[in-house]
């Protein structure tokens, strides 16, 4: 009886296999920022692609996929083009096209965090982003067209935000602020035959927002004339070729079973079958790493504490250190960032967003854990875009 067991116990753990995988669906929530149409994840697009044709009844709705080059200089006047993305960073050729796009009398619609200096200095804009952290994760925005009731719209989960600082020659028109402190973060700038508008809180669009303060997201584009609308597709953080096989897996839940089953099986074949083949391996035990040991200790112990003020202060010690040992750099010097940045070569942005959350920082009477990952985050991209990372001399 115990020899007919083992003879099928191969078929009884593959049955196994199966109910696991259909027991385990649930899936965690993909917090991904995509902004993609196709998306129905809280940082997606889906909701408002699906009411682009009620904002804009009776005009084609086009979802772009490819590169400027192949196709927006054949465009003619009196099109809309929409573009959210986390950063808009277009490359010289796209952006001279997108320029030559706008000036022949269309409308652009650019909702990001941040924008490049090239393509602010393209706009003769003599503004500033300011990208700023945002400790209670709520924010208040409203338009402020003298047509609309000036309404507070409410968005949670906002991390972070950005908010434009405009000199007193600012040729353009303010249309929204932030309410908390009357900045603008969405203006119109007239340019050539055509205009563009700049929204500084991309995510205000995603799913998860537009269900909180539809209102606010449909008066937005409604600035937007009634014609031709292009939605683009093809510059999102995530884009993927809707043609791949594997993506057609991953969307359809029976293929994605089945996917995962062959391959699991796969696997279990491989390991008995090589576990009846194989001779037996005297077992070596590796050199024990005590070090790596020791540092993994003293970074969970500093994890369950929960002292994050703590972990962030000795991060900051840590930076200004690093700035002295390597560019000859004092925390108290006068243009410390300026010089900080001509020296290592690091992003400008990068330097910025460092010095605000710095900043922050110091005027906080208490951080996050989410405040913590975010400057950690800012540190390693000084230290990957400088080529410098820190050093124990």
């Known amino acids: 009886m115990k020899a007919k067991f083992i003879k099928y116990w191969f078929l009884i753990a593959f049955i196994a296999l199966m109910l696991i995988s259909y027991i385990g669906n649930n899936q965690p929530i993909d917090w991904r920022e995509t902004y993609a149409a196709n998306d129905k994840i809280p940082y997606g697009t889906f909701l408002l692609q699906e009411q682009l044709s009620s904002l804009f009844p009776g005009q084609e709705i086009r979802n772009n996929q490819r ?3 192949e196709w927006i200089g054949d465009e003619k006047q009196g099109k809309n083009l929409i573009l959210m993305n986390d950063e808009v960073d277009l490359g010289e050729v796209d952006q001279q096209l997108l320029m030559d796009f706008v000036s022949r009398g269309n409308h652009l619609f650019i909702a990001s965090n941040n924008f490049s200096y090239e393509f602010l200095e393209a706009l003769d804009m003599d503004a500033q982003v300011i990208f700023l952290f945002n400790p209670d994760t709520l924010n208040y925005m409203e338009l402020v067209n003298p047509e609309y009731v000036r309404r507070q719209a409410k968005f949670t989960r906002l991390n972070d935000y950005a908010e434009l600082r405009l000199s007193n020659g600012f040729g353009g028109d303010v249309l929204g602020i932030r309410s908390k402190n009357q900045m ?4 119109r700038i007239h340019f050539g035959r055509g205009e563009i508008y700049l929204h500084l809180n991309p995510r205000v669009f995603t799913n998860i927002h537009l269900l909180e303060s539809p209102e606010y997201v449909a008066r937005g584009l409604s600035y937007l004339p009634q014609g031709e609308t292009i939605w683009d597709e093809y510059y999102k953080p995530f884009h993927r070729s809707e043609d791949n096989a594997f993506q057609l897996i991953r969307k359809n839940k029976a293929l994605r079973y089945a996917w995962n089953l062959l391959i699991a099986g796969a696997i279990l074949g491989l390991v008995f079958y090589a576990k009846r083949k194989q001779r037996a391996i005297p077992r070596i035990p590796a050199p024990e790493n005590k070090s790596l040991e020791f540092i993994e200790n003293i970074g969970d112990l500093y994890y369950h504490e929960g002292n ?30 300026e010089k900080l940045q001509q020296k290592s070569g690091a992003n400008e942005k990068t330097i910025k967003k460092l010095n605000d959350m710095i900043l922050a920082f110091h005027t906080l009477k208490g951080v996050s854990r989410d405040f913590l990952f975010v400057l950690n985050g800012h540190l390693e991209d000084f230290y990957a875009q400088s080529g410098k990372y820190p050093s124990h001399e």
């Not at 603008?184 to 203006?187: Q, T």
């Open 308 to 337: 994050h003020q703590d972990v962030i202060q000795k991060k900051i010690r840590y930076f200004y250190h690093n700035a002295h040992l390597h560019y000859l750099l004092q925390e108290n010097d006068v243009n410390f960032w």
């Open 184 to 187: 603008p973060n969405f203006v």
């Open 67 to 69: 590169p400027f080059s």
